[in-house]
C-alpha cells in the first residue's frame, strides 16, 4: 500500500516536472524574443503545475525549487525590460490578468520584487500588496511555499534602517509589520496541515510538518536581521506579537520549535531585558510541549553569555535573572503536573549551571536550587529511570566542576538530599565521582565536620545500602571502589593532633560499618593515618593537667588495637598479624613497652590460633623475627619471652628447609649492631648450628625418599650467615668453623649422590670469590679473612 503511493508520487511528480520543463522552454523562447505576452503565458502555465495537491512536502519541494529557478530568470527578464523603459507599474498590473490565482500569485511577487528595486513606490507600499493579495491561498502546502516565495525575493529589499529602500519615518515597523503578517500567516497555514485528513494519518502529517518547519522559522531569523529592530521595539513589539502566535495557535509541534527559534535567532541581551515577557508565555503553552528543552536552551544560552564576559554580569543582577528563573521553573512545573522526573531534574540542572555561571559566589542560590528540586521529588521514592537519574548525576556534578572543591559542595546542605534519591548502583557512581574530584584536585579535608559530611556523601561505597547483593557486585568493580576510598583516606590530613584524632575517630566510625568484605581494605590507610598520627605526637610531652582532653600516642594505640581487632570478623589473621607488627614498630619509636608488647602478644595469638597454611606461616615468621630484631624497647625479660616463642615457631614449620631458614634467621634476634647489651654470640652460634642440624635432616629425608642427597643450597645460605656474624666480630664464629663449613659444602657437592644444582654451584662459587675478595682488601679486614683457605 505505501510503496503503491510512493509509486503514484514518482509518477505525479515527473509528471509535474515534465510540464515545468516543457512550458519553461516555451517561456524561454519568448524571453529570447523579448515577447512578453508569450513569456508571461508560458510562465503562468508552468506555475500552474504549482497548484497540485497530490504531492507530499518533500516531493512538492523538488517541484517548487525548479520552478523558483526558472522565476529567477524571469525577474532578470523583468528587469531587463524595465531598463529598456517598459513601465514596471504597467507590467505589475498585466501579471494580475493570470488566469489561475496561484501562478498570478507567484508571478505578482516577481514583478514586485523589481517594482521594489525600481523604486517607482515606496517599498512599504508594495510590501503590504503582496502580503494581503497572497490571502488569496488558503491551501496550507501551496500557501506556505507562496509566502516562503514572497520571504525569499524581499529579504534585501525590506526598509531597514541604513538600507537603500529605507522610506520615511518609521520605515521600521513597516519592514517588521510585513514580516510579521506574513509570519502568522505562515504559521497558521502550518498548523492547519495538522488537522486536514483522517485521524490515522497524524504521524504521517507531524512528520511532513515537521519537514516544512524551517519555512516558518526563516520569518524568525528574517526578523533578527532588520538592524533597526533595537531593544524597545523588541520589547514592545516583535516579541508581544511573535508568542501572541505562539500561545494562540495551540499546536503542541509549532509551540516547541517556534519557541526554540525565538531563542536561538534573537541576541542573548534581549533575552535577557525580555526575561519576564519570555517566561511568562511557557505555563500558558500546550501541556505536551517539551517546555524542560526549550527552558535548559535558554539558560544554556544565557549561562554561556555570563561567561563571554564579566562585564555583562550586572545585567543579569539588575533584572533578577535568577529569581525569574526559579519562579517560571515552578510554575511550569506546577502547570505541568504530569512531567516525568527526567523532565523536573534537567529543568533544575540548567537552572543551577546558569547560577554556577552567573552568580559563583552565591552557594545560597545553588543550594536553594538543590532544595527545591528535593522538594519537587519527595515521595518518588529512589529513582530507577536511566535518564533521569543520569540527569541526577549531572546536577550534583555541576558544583563539583564549577568549584574543583568537594570542600565547597559540602557547604550545601541539600546535596546529599539529592544524593538520596539515586539507586543504589548510580549512588556509587556519583560516589566514585566525588572521590576522584578529590584526587584531582589534591583536595586537604581537614576537619571532622567535613569529614562527617564528606563520608554521608560516598555512603555508597563505604557501607551496604539497602537491598544491595553481594552476588550482584562485580569482583573487579568491587576492587577498584574500596581501592579509591583507601586513597580517600589517605587524603585526609590536619597538622594539629587533636583535630586529627577526631577525623580518625569520624573515619573509623563510617568504615567499621563496611562489612567485612570492604574491611581488608578500608582499615590498613586508617591505621597507617593513625601510625602518621602516632609520629607526629613523638616528643610532645603528655599534657600534666590530664589527657581526658588532649590526644596522646597511648590514646591513638588504643584506637589502633580496636580498629584492627574489627578484622576478626573477616577473618584476615596474615593482615591483621602485618597491621598488629607495624604498630608494635610504632610503639617501639614512641618508648611505650607496654603497648608494644601488648601488640606483639596479639600478633603471636593470631599466629598460633588463626594462620594455618604453612606458606602464610613462613611470610608470618619471617615478618615477626625482622620486626623484633628491630625493637629496642624492650627489658630482658620481656625481649626474652618473645624471642624464645619466635625461635620456637622457627622450629616447628612444617617443612626442613622453612625451618633451616627461619632458625638461621633468629639468630638476628641475639645480635643487633648498635645496641652493645644485644649481642649474644653463644645463642647466635646455637642458632646456626640448629640451622646447620635441619639442613642435614633435610639432605637425608631427601636421599631417603628419592635417593639423592639434593641441593647444598641450605648449607651455602648457613655459611652466608656464618660470615656475616665472623665480620660483625662475633667471637663465637671462628675461622676453623668457617672452614670446616666450606670443606662440607665442598664434599657434599664432589658426592655422587647429591643432585646437580647449578644454582647452588654459582651460589657458593660466588660466596668463594667474595671471600677471597675481602683477603685481598688488605687491613684489619684482609688480615681476619687470611685464615680461610678457599
Known sequence: MISDVAEDEEKWLAAGIAGLQQNAFYMHRALDSNNLRDALKYSAQMLSELRT????????????????????????????????????????????????????????????????????????????????????????????????????????????????????????????????????????????????????????????????????????????????????????????????????????????YLMDCIIQVFPDEYHLQTLDVLLGACPLLEPSVDIKTVLSQLMERLSNYAASSTEVLPEFLQVEAFSKLSNAIGKVIEAQVDMPTVGVVTLFSSLLTFSLHVHPDRLDYADQVLGSCVKKLSGKGKITDSKATKQIVALLSA???????????????????????LDNETNKVMSTVIIQSIMKNKTCISTSDKVEAL???????????????????????FKEEQNSVSRLIQMLYNEDPEEMFKVICTVKKHILTGGPKRLPFTVPPLVFSCLKLVRQLQGQEENPFGDETSTTPKKVFQLLNQTIEALSIVPAPELSL??????????????????????????????????????????????IIGTLQRMHVFGVENRDTLTHKATGYSAKLLKKPDQC?????????????????????????????????????????????????GSVTLFVEILNKYLYFFEKGNPQITVSTIQGLIELITTEMQSDSTTPDPAADAFFASTLRYIQFQKQKGGAVGEKYEPIKV
Open 399 to 421: 558544583p563539583l566542576e564549577k568549584y574543583n572543591d568537594i570542600v565547597t559542595a559540602l557547604k550545601l546542605s541539600n546535596y546529599p538530599h539529592v544524593m538520596e534519591y
Open 578 to 623: 602485618q597491621l598488629y607488627l607495624q604498630c608494635a614498630e610504632a610503639a617501639n619509636d614512641s618508648d611505650l613497652e607496654p603497648v608494644a608488647y601488648e601488640f606483639f602478644t596479639q600478633a603471636y595469638i593470631l599466629y598460633e590460633e588463626e594462620i594455618s597454611d604453612s606458606k602464610a606461616q613462613v611470610t608470618a615468621i619471617h615478618l
Open 53 to 256: 495537491s497530490k504531492l507530499s512536502p518533500h516531493k512538492y519541494y523538488e517541484l517548487y525549487m525548479r520552478a523558483f529557478d526558472e522565476l529567477r530568470k524571469l525577474e532578470m527578464f523583468f528587469k531587463e525590460e524595465a531598463r529598456r523603459g517598459c513601465s514596471i507599474i504597467d507590467l505589475y498590473e498585466l501579471v494580475q490578468h493570470a488566469g489561475n490565482i496561484l501562478p498570478r500569485l507567484y508571478l505578482l511577487c516577481t514583478v514586485g520584487s523589481v517594482y521594489i528595486k525600481s523604486k517607482e513606490a515606496p517599498a512599504k507600499d508594495v510590501l503590504k500588496d503582496l502580503v494581503e493579495m497572497c490571502r488569496g491561498i488558503q491551501h496550507p502546502l501551496r500557501g506556505l511555499f507562496l509566502r516562503s516565495y514572497l520571504s525569499q525575493v524581499s529579504r534585501d529589499k525590506l526598509p531597514d534602517i541604513g538600507s537603500e529602500y529605507e522610506g520615511d519615518a518609521d520605515t521600521v515597523t513597516d519592514a517588521v509589520e510585513f514580516v510579521l503578517q506574513n509570519f502568522t500567516e505562515m504559521n497558521k497555514l502550518w498548523v492547519r496541515m495538522q488537522h486536514q485528513g483522517p485521524a490515522r494519518d497524524k504521524e504521517k502529517r507531524e512528520k511532513e510538518r515537521s519537514e516544512l518547519r524551517d519555512l516558518v522559522g526563516k520569518n524568525l531569523h528574517v526578523l533578527s536581521q532588520i538592524e533597526g529592530i533595537d531593544l524597545d521595539m523588541y520589547k514592545d513589539g516583535v516579541l508581544p506579537r511573535v508568542l501572541e502566535q505562539v500561545v494562540n495557535c495551540k499546536d503542541e509541534l509549532a509551540q516547541f
Open 661 to 709: 631458614r627461619a632458625v638461621y634467621a633468629s639468630s638476628h634476634l641475639f645480635w643487633v649492631d648498635d645496641q652493645e647489651n644485644m649481642k649474644d654470640g653463644e645463642r647466635v652460634l646455637l642458632c646456626l648450628k640448629r640451622a646447620l642440624r635441619i639442613a642435614n635432616a633435610a639432605q637425608q629425608m631427601t636421599n631417603a625418599t628419592r635417593g639423592s642427597t
Open 455 to 477: 563520608f554521608e556523601l560516598v555512603k555508597g561505597l563505604v557501607k551496604d545500602l539497602d537491598g544491595t547483593l553481594h552476588d550482584e557486585i562485580d569482583e573487579d568493580d
